[in-house]
């Protein structure tokens, strides 16, 4: 089992920044590739972007590509999210969560939510207009 455990969430105006921090503990949880994802009120949830286990390779959704920033450090079992030029259509709940260790991370398995079997409770991030 890996626990997962976001913060860095609040209340940001447009165009302001935000970092996110995901800490896991348990069974070995830094050798895995680990995401992000988020759910507006109202919509399903989304990737949002991922990042492998040594942090060599990164991919984002098209709508977060250039101003969020996914990254890691191992020694601290923490992924983060920095998040620049937020926009009120950021506004949503956070979560991260662990890729199945099995699984390639590649276009195929990053997005789909079914690949990643822990997760966090979620960190809310609310941008005002």
């Known amino acids: 089992q890996v626990q997962l455990v976001e913060s860095g969430g609040g209340l940001v105006q447009a165009g302001g920044s935000l970092r996110l921090s995901c800490t896991a503990s348990g069974r070995a949880g830094t050798i895995y590739a680990m995401g992000w994802f988020r759910q507006a009120p109202g919509l399903e949830r989304e990737f949002a972007a991922v990042i492998s286990w040594n942090g060599g390779d990164t991919y984002y959704a098209d709508d977060v590509k250039g101003r969020f920033t996914i990254s890691r450090e191992n020694a601290k079992n923490t992924i983060y999210l920095q998040m620049h030029s937020l926009r009120p259509e950021d506004t949503a709940v956070y979560y991260c969560?662990?890729?199945?260790?099995?699984?390639?991370?590649?276009?195929?398995?990053?997005?789909?939510?079914?690949?990643?079997?822990?997760w966090g409770q979620g960190t809310r991030v609310t941008v005002s207009a």
């Open positions: 969560a662990v890729l199945s260790p099995g699984l390639p991370l590649n276009s195929a398995t990053m997005t789909k939510q079914y690949n990643y079997p822990y």
